[in-house]
């Protein structure tokens, strides 16, 4: 089945406390992305990357990483994690560059106490 | 400043009849527009899309409208039925497509 996963699914942690949230597909596509969910503020983008070691900055970059190191992965990584970053988190894949559909993971809602 | 917007918060419809989700955007540069459904606990589904050099797509019961002069796109779910009751997000990009920029979303709620 094509689909778009991550994991944890949800997590609570500590402020400062390093995590990352990974996110995999298995459609084999180039294109991944991150996004955040808050009330009023609707789905904005962190990071996305076009192919193997090419990311690139979204809307809402500032603390977040992503790494790229094999097509099908692309973890968010979130060095010190601060209260501000709780939200609804979602990982996208999408076959290319073009105007191809974005398909979505579950979601992984965090909480930075 | 938000590029996409989306006014109404929420929307409620009785099923069988018209479903009318707007959007309005402020970059003229955008050329592609999507429309994506979420249920709680789910991440979004795409739904339909509409190129720039379009002013309507239809697929089944689902037709969007573009008005490029206007800036302006609507989502058009005919005849609403119970389960499309979802957050729906119109989206927005530009050339290279790899920005995507989101609306806020619109809760619709199709009354039995």
């Known amino acids: 089945e094509a689909q778009v996963t991550q994991n944890p699914r949800y997590l609570i942690t500590v402020t400062g406390k390093k995590l990352t949230v990974t996110c995999s597909q298995n459609?084999?596509?180039?294109?991944m992305s991150w996004y955040r969910q808050d009330p009023g503020l609707g789905l904005r983008q962190i990071y996305y990357?076009?192919?193997?070691?090419?990311?690139d900055k979204g809307d809402v970059p500032e603390g977040y990483k992503v790494s790229r190191k094999e097509k099908r992965n692309f973890p968010l990584i979130l060095e010190s994690p601060s209260p501000n970053q709780t939200s609804l988190y979602f990982c996208?894949?999408?076959?290319?560059?073009?105007?191809?559909?974005?398909?979505f993971g579950p979601g992984t809602r965090l909480t930075v106490l | 400043d938000q590029q996409v917007k989306q006014n109404s918060p929420s929307l409620s419809v009785q099923e069988g009849r018209i479903s009318i989700l707007n959007c309005d955007y402020t970059n003229s540069m955008f050329d592609y527009f999507l429309w994506y459904k979420k249920y709680p606990a789910e991440g979004p589904t795409f739904l339909i899309s509409?190129?720039?050099?379009?002013d309507k797509n239809e697929d089944g019961r689902f037709t969007v409208f573009l008005n490029k002069s206007a800036k302006h796109l609507s989502l058009h779910i005919v005849p609403s039925q119970p389960g499309d009751s979802a957050v729906y997000f119109c989206a927005a990009m530009r050339g290279g497509y790899q920005k995507v920029t989101f609306g806020i979303g619109t809760k619709l709620q199709v009354i039995p």
């Open positions: 509409i190129s720039s050099i379009k």
């Open positions: 459609m084999n596509h180039e294109y």
């Open positions: 996208a894949s999408k076959l290319g560059g073009g105007a191809d559909t974005q398909y």
């Open positions: 990357s076009m192919n193997v070691e090419v990311t």
